[in-house]
C-alpha cells in the first residue's frame, strides 16, 4: 500500500467526530520552569487543556474530550487497561464516532498500544499519541503530536489497521513499536520493520499495511483478568533468586529476557525448566532491543517446555502471555501458535 490521502478536513463533507481519552503522562505534564524537561510532574494537565493547545484540530475534526485517568504512565496498573479498552469499544459502536485518541504516557506506551491493539473489538482507527517535553516546556511535542493523532484517526484509510502509535510525524503499528530514547524528541522506533507511513501538515500516508491478525480477529479479551506473569533478565552472574521467588509467588507465567537470541545463563535455565515442570509457562525473549528470538527446536526449547517471543520485547511479550493465559490458552503448543501468530 502506498496511497497518499488527504485529511477530512480538507474537504466539504462534515468533519469526523473523534473521542479523545486523556491517561495523563508528559504529554499532560508541567514543570515551574519551561527549559526544564525532566524532573516535572507527569499527568496533570486536564483533557480540555490539553486540546485548548491545538486549535488546529478544529479544522480537522469534532472532538469529544474525556480524562479516563491522570497518572504518569510508569504507574500504570492493568485495571486501567481494562478501563480503557472498554470505554474504547463503547465508543466504537457509536455510529457518529470515527476514530479515537488516546493520550498517554511515554513510559509503558508499547505496552498499552499493544494490550488495545490485541483486545479492542473495533475496526475504527485507535490512536496512542504521547510527549517527549512537558506541556509548559519550551517546544513542547505535545500539541503536534496529538495533532498528528487525530489527523491519523480522522483517516478513512486508517480503518483496519488495528492500534496506532502516531509520534513525532510517524505512525507506528502498536505490535512494533517500543521507546528507544530516555530523552530525545524522536522517542519511537519501530526496529526491523520501521513505521508504517507519516502523518504531516494534515496529510497520511501509509508505505505498508498491518499484516499479522489483530483486534476483531483475536480471542483476546481484557475482561478475563490478569493471570501475575513477571519478567526476568539473564546476565552474567544471574541467580535463580527472583525464579524461585516468582515460582513461590505463584505466577502463572515467566518472561525471561534473555541474551542475544534469547539464551539464557546455565544457572537461571535450570531453575526455569523447574519453572515449567511445577506449571509455569516460560517464554524466551530477548534483552537485545532489536531483532528476534527463534525457537531452538531442540535444546533449551523442546526438552525443556520452553515457548520463543518471535520478535517481541520481554514488554510484549509479557502482555500476550498474560492475555493468552487469561484465555485459557496453557499448552505450549498453543501458546507457541499464538506467539507464531499474533
Ligand atoms: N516520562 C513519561 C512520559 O514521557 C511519563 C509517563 O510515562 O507518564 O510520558
Do not use: C
Not at 138 to 158: H, I, Q, Y
Request: net charge neutral; hydrophobic share 45%; glycine share 10%.
Amino acid at each position: 500500500m502506498n496511497t497518499t490521502f488527504l485529511s477530512p478536513g480538507s474537504t466539504s463533507a462534515p468533519l469526523p467526530r473523534i473521542a479523545v481519552l486523556a491517561t495523563g503522562g508528559t504529554i499532560a505534564g508541567t514543570a515551574s520552569d519551561a527549559a526544564q524537561t525532566a524532573g516535572y510532574q507527569a499527568g496533570v494537565v486536564g483533557v480540555e487543556q490539553l486540546m485548548a493547545a491545538v486549535p488546529a484540530v478544529s479544522g480537522v475534526a469534532r472532538i469529544e474530550a474525556e480524562q479516563i485517568a491522570s497518572i504518569d504512565s510508569k504507574d500504570l496498573d492493568p485495571r486501567l487497561w481494562t478501563v480503557l479498552s472498554q470505554r474504547i469499544e463503547a465508543l466504537a459502536a457509536r455510529d457518529d464516532i470515527n476514530g479515537i485518541v488516546v493520550t498517554h504516557g511515554t513510559d509503558t506506551l508499547e505496552e498499552t498500544a499493544y494490550l488495545l491493539h490485541l483486545v479492542v473489538k473495533t475496526s475504527k482507527p485507535v490512536v496512542l499519541t504521547a510527549a517527549m517535553r512537558p506541556a509548559s516546556a519550551l517546544s513542547a511535542d505535545g500539541p503536534m503530536n496529538l495533532l498528528g493523532a487525530v489527523t491519523l484517526a480522522a483517516t478513512r484509510a486508517a480503518w483496519g489497521q488495528g492500534v496506532f502509535v502516531a509520534f513525532n510525524n510517524r505512525i507506528h503499528s502498536a505490535r512494533d513499536v517500543v521507546k528507544t530514547s530516555t530523552y530525545a524528541v524522536d522517542a519511537f522506533q519501530s526496529p526491523e520493520v520501521g513505521a508504517l507511513g507519516w502523518v504531516q501538515d494534515g496529510r497520511v500516508e501509509f508505505q505498508r499495511g498491518v499484516v499479522r491478525p489483530h483486534t476483531g480477529a483475536t480471542p483476546f479479551s481484557a475482561a478475563l483478568g490478569w493471570p501475575a506473569v513477571e519478567i526476568i533478565p539473564s546476565y552474567a552472574g544471574v541467580s535463580r533468586i527472583a525464579v524461585d521467588a516468582a515460582i513461590a509467588a505463584g505466577v502463572r507465567g515467566i518472561v525471561v529476557a534473555g541474551t542475544g537470541n534469547g539464551s539464557i545463563h546455565g544457572t537461571l535455565q535450570v531453575a526455569l525448566a523447574e519453572a515449567v515442570q511445577r506449571g509455569i509457562s516460560v517464554v524466551r525473549a530477548s534483552r537485545v532491543g532489536s531483532g528476534h528470538v527463534i525457537r531452538n527446536g531442540a535444546a533449551p526449547d523442546d526438552a525443556l517446555g520452553f515457548v520463543s517471543a518471535g520478535t517481541l520485547n520481554p514488554y510484549k511479550a509479557r502482555v500476550l502471555l498474560m492475555l493468552a493465559l487469561a484465555a485459557g490458552i496453557n499448552d505450549r503448543t498453543l501458546l507457541q501458535a499464538a506467539f507464531d501468530t499474533y
